[in-house]
C-alpha cells in the first residue's frame, strides 16, 4: 500500500478497490461506501472529501484522517483547444511533471481513430539520459506514486469539464480521455510497480474504465522488463523507443543500450510478441546526421520484420540548450521510402504539433530554470 512523501497515509487513489476495502471494514464502514467512494474519485471526479456530499459530514471528517487525497495544481496549459495541448502540474512535494493531450487523430498506435489521447508521465525528471531529451538533461527526482499517475488523467478531465461547460460541469461527467500513451516524462519500466498500479486502477470498471488495448506503453530499452511485462495478463501495447538500428547509433545517444543491447532488447521483444501475440512498435526519432542515413534504414527495416513491428517516424523536435536537429523533408521521405522498399511496415509523423517525444520535458525544464534565476 503506497502512500505518499507529503504524508504517512495511504494515497487514496493509490489503492485498489479491493484494498480500500480491507481500509473500510477495519474502519467498520458498510461495503457501499467503497462504491460511493470509488464513484466519487473516477466518475465524479472529486477533488476532496468534502466534495462527497452523499456521505455524512462526520464520515468526511474521518476519512480526511485516514487517507491522504491529493490533487496536482496546475501551473501552466501550453497550445490550442482542439490542438497538442501541454500541461505543468505541481506535485504536493513541490515537484512538477507534464502531461500532454493530443487531440481526435487517425490512431498513432495502431489504436483506432478519432481518440483523445493522454500522454503520462511516470516519474519526476529521467535517469536514462538519452542525448536527445529534455526530461533526462537535469538527471532523475523521484518515481511517482501510483495515484500520481492516475490523477494526470483525472486532472485533465476535470480541466476539460471546465473547459467544456465552466457554469455547471455535469454531475456525472463521461470519461473524455479514452486513450493512453506511457511515454511523458521519465522512463514507464524503471517505475514498474507502481505503473502496474495505476494502469490496474485506470482499467478497472470500478475506476477509470479504459481498456488495456487503449493503453500504450512506451521504453527506451529495458530487456528485463519488457520480459516481466509480457508476464503480466493485461494485454498494454508496447512500444519501444529504438531510435537507432544498430549498437554504434544507439550507444551514441541512448546510454541504456550499454546496458541492454539491440541483441539482447531484439530477445526480450521476441518474447513479448510472442507471449502477447501483439504487434509492438518501434519508435525512431529521426535527427539529422545522426541516426537519418539510409545506413540506418536497411537494420531497421530489417529488425521490424523480424518482430514483426510497425514502425513510427518522428522527426526530431528542437531542445532548448541541444545542438541537435530535425532533418529536411526530403530526407524524412527518403528514410521512409528505404523502409518501405525494405518491405517493412512504417509511418511517417507529418503532423504539426505532436511534439510528445524529444521534446517532453522541456516545460518543466524552462519553468524551473526560470524559477531559479528568479525570472
Ligand atoms: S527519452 Fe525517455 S528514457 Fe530517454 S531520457 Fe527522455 S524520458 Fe528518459
Known amino acids: 500500500m503506497e502512500a505518499t512523501e507529503a504524508t504517512a497515509l495511504p494515497d487514496v487513489k493509490s489503492l485498489s478497490m479491493d484494498e480500500l476495502t480491507a481500509r473500510f471494514n477495519e474502519l467498520e464502514l458498510p461495503s457501499y461506501r467503497v462504491t460511493q467512494v470509488l464513484e466519487w474519485l473516477y466518475r465524479r471526479r472529486a477533488t476532496g472529501w468534502a466534495a462527497m456530499t452523499n456521505l455524512p459530514k462526520t464520515l468526511r471528517e474521518s476519512l480526511a484522517g485516514h487517507f491522504n487525497f491529493f490533487v496536482p495544481a496546475l501551473v501552466a496549459c501550453q497550445g490550442e483547444w482542439g490542438g497538442t495541448q501541454k500541461f505543468l502540474w505541481r506535485l504536493a512535494d513541490g515537484n512538477l511533471i507534464e502531461c500532454v493531450l493530443l487531440p481526435a487523430n487517425p490512431g498513432i498506435y495502431g489504436e483506432g481513430s478519432d481518440r483523445h489521447t493522454l500522454c503520462v508521465s511516470t516519474q519526476v525528471g529521467c535517469a536514462y539520459g538519452c542525448k536527445f531529451c529534455a526530461s533526462g538533461l537535469e538527471g532523475w527526482k523521484r518515481n511517482l506514486t501510483a495515484g500520481e499517475i492516475v490523477e494526470q ?84 501495447r508496447l512500444a519501444v523507443s529504438l531510435h537507432g538500428a544498430t549498437d554504434e547509433v544507439r550507444d551514441r545517444i541512448m546510454p541504456v543500450n550499454r546496458k541492454y543491447p539491440l541483441r539482447e532488447l531484439e530477445a526480450a521483444c521476441q518474447e513479448y510478441v510472442r507471449l502477447k501475440g501483439k504487434m509492438i512498435s518501434l519508435e525512431y526519432i529521426l535527427i539529422a546526421g545522426v541516426n537519418d542515413s539510409l545506413s540506418q534504414a536497411k537494420p531497421l527495416a530489417e529488425l521490424a520484420r523480424r518482430l514483426h513491428a510497425k514502425i513510427n517516424l518522428i522527426p526530431y523536435n528542437r531542445v532548448d540548450g541541444l545542438a541537435w536537429e530535425r532533418p529536411a523533408e526530403s530526407a524524412q521521405e527518403a528514410f521512409l521510402d528505404s523502409l518501405l522498399q525494405n518491405q517493412a511496415l512504417a509511418t511517417l509523423r507529418r503532423e504539426k504539433g505532436h511534439d510528445i517525444d524529444a521534446a517532453c520535458g522541456q516545460l518543466r525544464l524552462k519553468t524551473e530554470r526560470a524559477a531559479r534565476a528568479g525570472v
Open 153 to 236: 488523467i483525472l486532472s485533465i478531465e476535470r480541466w476539460v469539464a471546465s473547459q467544456l461547460a465552466p457554469a455547471s460541469p455535469p454531475a456525472k461527467p463521461d470519461r473524455y480521455i479514452d486513450n493512453l500513451v506511457i511515454m511523458g516524462m521519465g522512463e514507464p519500466l524503471a517505475n514498474f510497480g507502481a505503473l502496474m498500479k495505476a494502469l490496474s486502477i485506470l482499467n478497472a470498471p470500478w475506476g477509470g474504465g479504459i481498456g488495456a488495448r487503449k493503453i500504450t506503453i512506451s521504453t527506451s530499452g529495458l530487456a528485463p522488463q519488457i520480459r516481466q511485462l509480457a508476464a503480466e495478463p493485461a494485454q498494454f
